[in-house]
């Protein structure tokens, strides 16, 4: 699968309203995860968090957000190059963030199903997480049915 696409925009005078095509030879996860963006973003969902590095504070657009998880009592937001902390609780996050992508694993731990690069189901009852950045994470057994029930709704074309 290609995660490349080219962007093209034309100025019509007669157009009003703005008009979305899609010209593609076949529906990809790429070409599902820009008409979610898209449906998202029309929604107003489109969110950013607040984060903080150091005493810098930074809007985190919540598609870059990886994994959130308690560390030393702090909450920590990850993004594929960057770490932030931030001052809402998981519960707060978990209100925030789209549920569509985001699904907590454990008491400590919501990840970004749109990050993932694999799942590991070798051992039984359980689930390894490998998102894009190479970091791991395991989900905690009671929310195993959780995220597969996110997975076959997601296999049978729903969009996660």
Not at 93 to 121: A, G, P, Q, T
Request: proline share 1%; hydrophobic share 40%.
């Amino acid at each position: 699968m290609s995660n490349k696409a080219t962007l093209k925009v034309e100025i019509d005078p007669s157009c009003s309203t703005p008009e979305i095509i899609i010209k593609t030879d076949q529906r990809t996860e790429l070409i599902e995860n820009i008409v979610s963006a898209f449906e998202h973003f029309v929604a107003g969902d489109y969110h950013q968090v607040t984060a903080y590095k150091g005493d810098v504070s930074v809007m985190v657009n919540q598609w870059d957000i990886i994994r959130v998880f308690t560390e030393n009592r702090k909450v920590v937001i990850c993004t594929e190059t960057e770490k932030y902390e931030s001052k809402y609780t998981l519960r707060d996050l978990e209100e925030i963030l789209d549920s569509e992508s985001f699904v907590r694993i454990s008491r400590f731990e919501i990840v970004n199903l749109r990050k993932i690069h694999s799942f590991d189901l070798s051992v039984s009852g359980t689930i390894k997480i490998s998102f894009v950045n190479g970091v791991e994470t395991w989900v905690a057994r009671r929310h195993v049915r959780e995220i597969a029930l996110k997975l076959n709704a997601k296999s049978k074309g729903a969009l996660v």
